[in-house]
């Protein structure tokens, strides 16, 4: 393989992966933004 | 802030990859293909840096015994465990044209393996146990014996015949590198280094949400 070949190999599959990370991340996030909205909405048992 | 860090570390990041791709000399014996230093080195300083942050907030926990530090220590291991990864397989990738293999049992390669293999046993543990104040304490005691083998992978060139090159910048005297390329590698570092506490940030903000949302749960 062509030096360059192996130089991109390299960024692709470390960029690819950090950029993957993020967006499970993003995605986590967004749902626990939702379920605590919906906890906090919701009257607790105590309190009825 | 974090939207800030995110910026910094993403315009550091391209700077990086300018300064690594176009400006940096070729290497005098490896070629071209040397320029997978400037994105190798970099992914194995946030992985140690990463399991340093472990080990300092695991002994933070013991000690003050702060929810914060047990978030902060999580955190920090999947993000060290993820730039270990990338580093051992940035590495396999460097060696192949340099050493003609993709993988050999070298002391400085056999060691970043145990290194990612005790983590990912850290994670394990996490997320196995069910008691969480065992589980910060039990996975606390992992993160600081843990790191006893990050000063072994970093001497690992020094005390064993290896293939990996010995260190040039972290060593006694003057570092053996170009100051061109020097600089490269100190931008590239800079620009991981930014983007790791940025994952960070993110990632304890996360852990933050997740202790909320249970402790909700448990009150109901």
Redesign the interface.
């Known amino acids: ?1 062509n ?2 070949g ?2 991109l ?3 692709l ?2 960029w690819s ?2 950029v993957l ?2 967006v499970f ?1 993003k995605r ?2 967004h749902q ?2 939702q ?2 909205a919906t ?2 909405r919701r009257p ?2 105590n309190d009825v | 802030m974090s939207r800030i860090l995110g910026w910094l570390s993403l315009s550091t990041i391209l700077l990086g990859l300018l300064l690594a791709l176009l400006y940096a000399p070729p290497d005098a014996v490896q070629g071209q293909v040397q320029r997978i230093m400037y994105l190798h080195v970099p992914t194995i300083w946030v992985a140690f840096m990463a399991f340093f942050v472990v080990f300092v907030a695991s002994i933070l926990y013991l000690w003050k015994k702060t929810l914060k530090w047990d978030l902060v220590a999580r955190s920090s291991a999947e993000i060290g465990v993820m730039f270990t990864f990338l580093g051992i397989v940035g590495g396999s990738i460097w060696g192949k044209p340099t050493w003609g293999v993709w993988w050999t049992w070298d002391a400085r390669l056999t060691t970043t393996t145990i290194l990612l293999f005790i983590y990912i046993g850290y994670l394990m543990l996490r997320s196995y146990m069910s008691d969480d104040n065992r589980k910060g304490k039990y996975a606390a005691v992992v993160g600081i014996v843990g790191f006893l083998d990050i000063p072994i992978v970093h001497q690992s060139v020094v005390w064993w015949r290896t293939l990996h090159q010995p260190p040039t910048i972290m060593r006694m005297g003057e570092p053996t590198i170009a100051p061109s390329m020097l600089l490269t590698l100190l931008v590239n570092l800079l620009a991981f280094t930014l983007l790791y506490s940025y994952l960070l940030s993110k990632k304890f903000s996360l852990e933050n949400r997740k202790e909320i949302l249970a402790r909700l749960r448990a009150e109901d």
Do not use: C, E, F, G
């Open positions: 393989m030096p360059w192996y130089i190999t390299a960024h599959i470390t992966t950090i990370y993020l991340q986590r996030s626990l933004d379920q605590l906890r906090r607790r048992h």
